[in-house]
């Protein structure tokens, strides 16, 4: 939503993924901005596809988003925020670990962040405890979507019901995937910058 100071740096690192074949989808939640042109620029070279609708907000925006996806024959799925700037082997790095695991079984790999300000400029890393239990996971959800990485049983599995509450898109997929015993893969380290620039609609601390 009006994301378009961001924008290119963020699409850019997608294109830029190594080792793995990347479609970019993405919902436009009712920008007012110079969004719209920026998507129009890189859909007109061939290198996104991208839809608009209501301003739904970052929950039920990003549902309608996972509804639109299962529309494709993806085998992976990754969040994606507009001011985000992944790490060029982000991608390849969830997917090595997840091609080891059942395709027919819900599958969530997710990592750390590192945190930057509005310029790019090193704030923190942001590591995660690999050894918290499913527990306490389910209760207290550590998983930032835009880390994220899940296999199409997952997506499917997430979407087969909508509820009426969601505290967040990334806490329902996790608790998707613990209530129906998939796997987890908590990666610690931060393979991507999360900008922490004052217009954040979430964000980490300092």
Not at 41 to 54: A, N
Not at 142 to 162: K, P, S
Not at 180 to 190: E, H, R, Y
């Amino acid at each position: 939503y009006n994301g378009e100071k961001y924008l290119a740096e963020q699409l850019d690192s997608l294109l830029g993924q190594e080792g793995v074949n990347v479609s970019i989808l993405v919902r436009d939640d009712g920008s007012k901005d110079g969004t719209r042109a920026v998507l129009d620029q890189y859909q007109s070279e061939g290198k996104l596809t991208w839809y608009t609708g209501e301003h739904l907000n970052v929950q039920k925006g990003f549902f309608d988003l996972m509804k639109k996806a299962a529309q494709h024959s993806w085998d992976y799925i990754a969040f994606c925020d507009q001011d985000d700037v992944w790490d060029l082997d982000k991608l390849s790095i969830a997917v090595k670990q997840l091609e080891g695991l059942r395709d027919d079984l819900p599958a969530l790999y997710y990592c750390g962040q590192r945190l930057v300000d509005g310029e790019r400029n090193f704030l923190a890393d942001h590591y995660l405890n690999d050894r918290r239990s499913h527990i306490t996971r389910f209760v207290l959800s550590d998983f930032a979507g835009c880390t994220g990485v899940f296999n199409r049983a997952l997506l499917d599995a997430a979407i087969g019901f909508e509820p009426e509450y969601m505290l967040m898109h990334d806490t329902w997929v996790l608790k998707v995937c613990l209530c129906l015993g998939g796997s987890m893969i908590v990666d610690p380290a931060p393979h991507m910058e999360y900008r922490q620039h004052g217009g954040n609609t979430v964000g980490l601390g300092r």
